[in-house]
T-cell receptor
Framework: GDSVTQMEGPVTLSEEAFLTINCTYTATGYPSLFWYVQYPGEGLQLLLK?????DKGSNKGFEATYRKETTSFHLEKGSVQVSDSAVYFC????????????FGAGTQVVVTP | DGGITQSPKYLFRKEGQNVTLSCEQNLNHDAMYWYRQDPGQGLRLIYY???????QKGDIAEGYSVSREKKESFPLTVTSAQKNPTAFYLC?????????????FGQGTRLTVV
């Protein structure tokens, strides 16, 4: 079945450090890929998305490229801030599966001053 | 403003009682979803609905029930049969079955069994 695997956390970084969160997927169809962010006690917010191979999604300094050959969608940010501390979820959606979303387990990121 | 509203934000339930979590959206979305979130386990799908008066079980439907009588509303009932209901519950919606559209989430309801 469809699945998403992302690196375990917590990931602890100093402010202005480079962030990478790895995400790989398995899907039988042609998925769209998403990154969501969750702050404590809140729901998930869409961070960025990519709908076809080689697309790059970007938002708020975060980027991720849809790599079909490696079935990956790694999230990157060049210089993190304390306010980026949150849990990040990678997700996919395959058109021919009733539109269900499959989420990874989430990666907690902690940025220290 | 369009969005998804979950209520209440915090809910306490005694063992053996049923409780209903509310989810309302004004985004005109066809699809709605309920997820359960436990620490360190990500999101698990409870139920989902693509159209009014129809819904499907997700991965962990046992002990839960839903209804979809209106497009805007998708309430979740946590029954006494759910053995470990304490969790954070998230409702989401999206535009139909189109794979390229994202899910929009509510702010969640934290349910605690006392």
């Amino acid at each position: 079945g469809d699945s998403v695997t992302q690196m375990e956390g917590p990931v602890t970084l100093s402010e202005e450090a480079f962030l990478t969160i790895n995400c790989t997927y398995t899907a039988t169809g042609y998925p769209s890929l998403f990154w969501y962010v969750q702050y404590p006690g809140e729901g998930l917010q869409l961070l960025l998305k990519a709908t076809k191979a080689d697309d790059k999604g970007s938002n708020k300094g975060f980027e991720a490229t849809y790599r079909k050959e490696t079935t990956s969608f790694h999230l990157e940010k060049g210089s993190v801030q304390v306010s980026d501390s949150a849990v990040y979820f990678c997700a996919l959606r395959v058109t021919d599966s009733w539109g269900k979303f499959q989420f990874g387990a989430g990666t907690q990121v902690v940025v220290t001053p | 403003d369009g969005g998804i509203t979950q209520s209440p934000k915090y809910l306490f339930r005694k063992e053996g009682q049923n409780v209903t979590l509310s989810c309302e959206q004004n985004l005109n979305h066809d699809a709605m979803y309920w997820y359960r979130q436990d620490p360190g386990q990500g999101l698990r799908l409870i139920y989902y609905s693509q159209i009014v008066n129809d819904f499907q079980k997700g991965d962990i439907a046992e002990g839960y029930s839903v209804s979809r009588e209106k497009k805007e509303s998708f309430p979740l009932t946590v029954t006494s049969a759910q053995k470990n209901p304490t969790a954070f519950y998230l409702c989401a919606s999206s535009r139909g079955g189109q794979g390229d559209t994202e899910a929009f989430f509510g702010q969640g309801t934290r349910l605690t069994v006392v």
